[in-house]
């Protein structure tokens, strides 16, 4: 419930933030009768999330066994993939962010009124999609382990109810936060569990006997850690943890997370040294003659 919580929050806070910066500019560039378009571009977004999701949840019924692991592990792998592209996109793009979308709706403005239905639909549309398959790949982990999907979309409702009131609040000015810091710390720890994720779908594709291995064990510690346990769910619910893992599983984690977390905090570094270096002095600006 944790691990859907924070994938609510971040996805549900960079959306709202994203709102916020479209509706203040408008209001504050006296351009008020625009925003219903904004509004009605961000309903169009969270009715296609909603039924892209509910595709994902009522496709594959009916299915085979094989095919539909073979289809959760497939898509479970593209979640991975959209989720790491979005926490690197999300990193780097956080301090222009502001300036890139008021650009974009001076743009369509310009163009047209109904322009800016598209721009809020594609900038809040996109985290809508990348949220719903994210969490699918979730509700079929504990779907199959709890027989319930309760626990990973009450999180995720939480969490998105959360970042709608923050960002409501950062609206109106009584909030702030540091934000490339939040991005980091959630960023760093979405890495963790998209490794989990990718580690599972892998499972799924063994399962589906799309790839071999699935009973050959890198380590099994089911007595030291029972699936049934309190901490195993806990882990298996956070982390996508199994305590039996195969030799691929393990190592689909392993090649995910550790190349993907090194190269997130170094290029982390490298923004947090280019934004504390002196911005050099034009030349002839000393002030001599």
């Not at 169009?44 to 692991?69: D, H, K, N, V």
């Not at 398959?133 to 027989?147: E, K, M, R, S, V």
């Not at 994720?197 to 799924?204: F, M, P, Q």
């Not at 799309?210 to 956070?238: C, H, M, Q, R």
């Amino acid at each position: 419930m944790l691990a859907n919580f924070l994938i609510g929050l971040r996805e549900g806070l960079e959306a709202a933030l994203i709102v916020s910066i479209l509706i203040a500019y408008l209001v504050k560039s006296d351009r008020r009768q625009l925003l219903p378009q904004i509004w009605i571009g961000v309903g169009i977004a969270i009715a296609i999330s909603l039924g892209f999701g509910a595709a994902l949840t009522f496709g594959p019924r009916g299915l085979t066994f094989e095919a539909q692991e073979l289809i959760g592990g497939l898509l479970s792998i593209v979640a991975v993939g959209f989720v790491t592209w979005m926490i690197f996109w999300m990193a780097r793009a956080a301090r222009s962010l502001s300036g890139e979308l008021r650009s974009r709706i001076d743009q369509a403005a310009d163009a047209s009124r109904w322009s800016l239905v598209i721009v809020a639909m594609l900038a809040v549309g996109r985290e809508g999609l990348e949220t719903a398959l994210f969490l699918w790949a979730a509700t079929q982990t504990a779907a199959q382990n709890t027989g319930t999907t309760t626990g990973p979309l009450l999180g995720a409702t939480l969490g998105l109810l959360v970042a709608v009131v923050l960002g409501y609040l950062i609206y109106r000015g009584a909030l702030k936060i540091n934000l490339g810091r939040f991005f980091t710390w959630t960023g760093a720890f979405l890495i963790v569990i998209a490794a989990g994720v990718l580690a599972y779908g892998v499972h799924d594709l063994q399962e589906a006997r799309f790839l071999p291995g699935l009973n050959n064990l890198a380590f099994d510690v089911s007595e030291a850690i029972p699936p049934t346990s309190w901490y195993g769910t806990l882990l298996k619910g956070i982390f996508n943890f199994s305590p039996a893992t195969t030799v691929l599983e393990a190592s689909a984690w392993i090649l995910y997370f550790v190349p993907t977390l090194t190269i997130f905090l170094y290029q982390k570094r490298q923004r947090t040294r280019a934004a504390s270096r002196p911005t050099p002095e034009p030349v002839g600006a000393s002030g001599r003659k």
